[in-house]
């Protein structure tokens, strides 16, 4: 329990030391404010007592001699006006110590939530491959939204007040003893109970906060997941099904905050209820010991004063520690993210050539997502720097897993990766994904200008290499045709693009880039044949140059590859050239039969369709 508190409040703790100088100051800033403002009844309590009632207070010490330096009680009671003065002054210069804290205490905790919300993106770069897959991404966008202006308007506010509070009371208190020990007492008598029901108030908030804290990230999650699954909603006319879904977190979260304003409204009408009677001792306590001359009545005057000063701070430390409720489990959930494992770096410190040749060589692999479950089995193969190599076989055999481990995405357990003979676990990730060109099944382009799109894989490109590789990816033309050319925005508000010129786009992007090892994960499956082709033609224009490997289903793909993987059930089941495996009667031949076959009844189905005159020529 103690390690779990102490890691929770780490990430606080480290970035308020970051700025230590400006929260003292603002702390010391306060202790002076609070000093002046005892002042003020202060002042009032001797002018009362010293200079206007009869017979007056008479002691020798320091307030008595500064009465005499200033002329006397005599003349002093003739010239109120200076007591006034004297209080309006000290009122000043607690304002200005006031300003001051507040000065130092805001720009110390914009500074500290600036740095948070830095580190917590840098963080979710480097976030493991794992967690990234598993979290949801409406979750994470509260935690990083949400969560942290909770946090900013805690350090802002609440933890401003109740460290105002606090010191108010450290100055105040003792000072009021030595005015007098009997009515500080009196003054304080309900304290224990106003923050002994704040405290117990402050503990069941903080389980309902942290309820409606998670019925918004589920509300949120929902609308995120709408919003961009919003085309299979439609195509599925699961319009009120989604919007019942959503109804109903909708009202789980109204129901928890309306018990939330409930919960509140209770607090704030007993606590009232306190503090006024708080107050209402002082008054009469206070009266009826000046009425039997057991206190001056400029004692009973400060000491009003003074009750009405502290008390409804106290009683707002009660508001102010609920809140901060609501900030622990913010600071929770931003601390979750932070302790997610980053993607660990076991680079040897060893000289990497700029460039790979590009060998790939697998020994032994084997690999599960989960300790249980193999993905991968025993699997070994090695692949010529230059080769291009089609992986085929049917979906789940694990053909996405060997490129996730080929590029560090996951680390291996059992079995060795080379890529040109050295151990894959000994270079950096970020070393060998700069080596390594993907072409993702599902195109992503940023809401940026096309330039910047292409260029994301190699910023430094110069503008004829990016039209180059735009060429190559014939989608040059495409661009050109559009008013602002390179310069188009693409996404929300800008152009949008139809799924093969995306894909397109995302081919010059990694064209640009010319890295020694290409692979296309399965992308060919969801392009027209026209894209298809370009791609293919493009590749094979640098054949020999990089390493090419392609999952696809099409054997018309893998005629052109110079070798031929099968994979089933995370097993290498069988490789060679496509001549050379069709001889075999496996998984690659069936493959081929089957489409083959399809190949063979589609033209016979259209020539029978053309004599029966049901398709025109030139339709099909
Ligand atoms: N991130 C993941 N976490 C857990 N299991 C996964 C993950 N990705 C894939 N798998 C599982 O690993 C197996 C192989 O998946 P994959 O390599 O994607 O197959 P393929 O690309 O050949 O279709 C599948 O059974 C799949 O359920
Ligand atoms: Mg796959």
């Known amino acids: 329990m103690s390690t779990k508190s102490h890691s929770q409040y780490q990430v606080l703790i480290d970035l308020i030391r970051n700025k230590k100088w400006y929260y003292l100051g603002s702390v010391i800033s306060v202790g002076i404010a609070s000093y002046f403002m005892f002042l003020v009844p202060t002042i009032g309590k001797e002018a009362i007592d010293r200079v206007l009632t009869e017979p007056r ?137 106003v923050l002994y029901y704040a405290r117990k108030f402050f503990f069941q908030v903080r389980d309902l906060f942290q309820q409606v804290d998670e019925a918004e990230g589920a509300l949120t999650t929902i609308v995120q997941e709408n919003l961009t699954g919003i085309r299979v909603v439609r195509a599925f006319a699961r319009q009120d099904y989604e919007c019942e879904k959503f109804e109903e977190k909708n009202s789980t979260y109204s129901d928890l905050n309306y018990r939330l304003i409930c919960m509140f409204a209770n607090f704030w009408a007993f606590s009232d209820l306190l503090c006024l009677l708080q107050s209402g001792l002082v008054l009469f306590g206070g009266g009826w010991l000046a009425s039997q001359g057991v206190i001056t009545v400029g004692t009973y005057f400060a000491f009003i004063g003074y009750t009405s000063m502290l008390i409804w701070p106290i009683r707002q430390l009660g508001k102010e520690l609920s809140e901060a409720g609501k900030a622990t489990v913010a600071i929770t959930r931003i601390q ?33 997502y989960e300790p249980d479950r193999q993905v991968l089995n025993d699997v070994s193969f090695s692949i010529r720097a230059g080769e291009t190599v089609a992986i085929v076989g049917p979906t789940g055999a694990g053909k996405s897993t060997l490129i996730q481990l080929l590029m560090r995405l996951y680390d291996y357990g059992k079995g060795s990766i080379k890529i040109d003979g050295m151990e894959l676990k000994h270079i950096g990730r970020k070393h060998i994904r700069g080596q390594i060109g993907t072409l993702l099944q599902e195109p992503f382009l940023f809401s940026r200008s096309l330039r910047e799109n292409i260029k994301f894989s190699h910023l430094k490109a110069s503008d004829e290499a990016m039209v180059l590789a735009a060429k190559s990816a014939a989608v040059h033309h495409t661009i050109e045709s559009f008013q602002k050319g390179y310069e188009t925005v693409i996404g929300e508000r800008g152009v949008s693009l139809s799924g093969g010129q995306k894909q397109r786009v995302t081919l010059s992007r990694t064209l640009l880039k010319e890295p020694p090892i290409l692979v296309l994960d399965d992308t060919l499956s969801a392009v027209d044949a026209a894209t298809e082709q370009q791609i293919i033609q493009a590749l094979h224009s640098k054949k020999g140059e990089q390493t090419l490997l392609i ?28 001549r050379n495996l069709l001889t075999k009667h496996g998984f690659y031949r069936e493959l081929w039969e089957i489409q083959s076959g399809q190949k063979e009844r589609f033209e016979q189905d259209v020539s029978s369709a053309k004599q029966q005159g049901d398709i025109e020529l030139g339709v099909t």
């Open 551 to 578: 999952i696809t289903h099409r054997i018309s793909v893998c005629q052109k590859a110079d070798r031929v993987f099968v994979m089933q059930n995370g097993r290498l089941v069988e490789q060679g050239s496509h």
């Open 336 to 368: 979750e993210i932070l302790d997610a494992p980053e993607e660990t770096s076991s680079a040897k410190a060893m000289h990497l050539p700029e460039r790979f040749k590009g060998t790939i060589e697998f020994d032994q692999v084997s690999f599960g």
């Open 57 to 193: 207070v008479e002691k020798e010490d320091l307030v008595q001699r500064m009465i005499d330096w200033a002329g006397g009680a005599e003349m002093l009671a003739n010239q109120l006006w200076l007591a006034g003065g004297a209080i309006v002054l000290v009122t000043i210069v607690s304002g200005l110590f006031m300003y001051l804290k507040d000065y130092l205490a805001a720009s110390a905790c914009e500074s500290t939530v600036q740095r948070l919300r830095d580190h917590l993106y840098h963080h979710l770069h480097h976030l493991s491959e794992k967690y990234i897959g598993s979290a949801e991404s409406g979750d994470i966008l509260q935690r990083c939204t949400s969560d942290i202006d909770t946090l900013r308007e805690f350090l802002t506010m609440q933890v401003m007040n109740i460290g105002r509070t606090l010191v108010l009371m450290a100055i105040v208190i003792p000072l009021m003893f030595m005015q007098h020990a009997g009515m500080t007492l009196l003054s304080l008598i309900l304290v224990p109970i």
